[in-house]
């Protein structure tokens, strides 16, 4: 199946993602690429929900968003901070294989698994971004599968570390050969996980 992911259900503050250099259309979403995101405050932390076409049931635990559809925007928004698009969707499990299973049930398909040894990471394609599924290497327990967050490729990551200051960690090699990644510190004020990464190299 080529699932794509539509839109996610983020429970921060617009003001904190604003001044996280994120721009929001007259609607009050925030596009990063062709993914809208719904800023809800007062509804939880960090990614709360998602509609991914194909899959309209909460899926091991994952909500749904149950929004009215958008269509996605024709021109690309700018962002002060220099996001592009999301990279990958972070999503934790303490059943790995449960949680792919599931995933998988809806047609999607792993394209790839690492291994570190204390984890393993199961990849899975949501149109241009990548869904990364992470749990122990045996299960941990019964709970659910929770969103942790999301990375975002950025045009150019010194342009956004210089435009964030201090609100951002500092830049490092990722583990992706040949990028670079920075976090958002949580004195930021938004209770999402964020990461921004530069642009995957020529091939």
């Given amino acids: 199946m080529k699932a794509r992911l539509a839109a996610l259900a983020v429970a921060d503050e617009p ?11 007259d609607a ?8 809208s995101v719904a800023l809800t405050p007062g509804t939880g932390k960090g ?9 309209d049931d909460p899926l091991d635990g994952l909500p749904v968003l149950d929004l009215t559809p958008v269509e996605p ?10 996001t592009t698009a999301i990279d990958h969707v972070v999503v934790t499990t ?4 449960r949680t792919v299973a599931a995933l998988e049930g809806t047609g999607l398909e792993a394209r790839r698994t690492r291994d570190t040894g204390r984890m393993r990471q199961v990849f899975f394609r949501l149109g241009d971004p990548i869904l990364e599924v992470v749990g122990p290497p045996e299960p941990s327990g019964d709970g659910p599968a929770r969103f942790f967050g999301l990375a975002l490729t950025v045009a150019d990551l010194d342009a956004t570390a210089a435009a964030l200051g201090g609100r951002l960690g500092d830049v490092k090699d990722a583990v992706q050969p040949g990028r670079r990644i920075a976090t958002l510190r949580k004195s930021a004020g938004c209770t999402t996980a964020l990461a921004f990464m530069s642009p995957e190299p020529p091939r």
């Fill in 73 to 82: 925007v024709e021109a690309a928004v700018f962002h002060p901070n220099g």
């Fill in 28 to 35: 009050g979403r925030c596009w990063l690429g062709d993914v």
């Fill in 94 to 97: 303490p059943d790995l294989d």
């Fill in 47 to 55: 990614v709360t929900a998602w509609s991914v076409e194909g899959i």
């Fill in 15 to 25: 003001a904190a993602w604003q001044d996280a250099g994120f721009a929001m259309d």
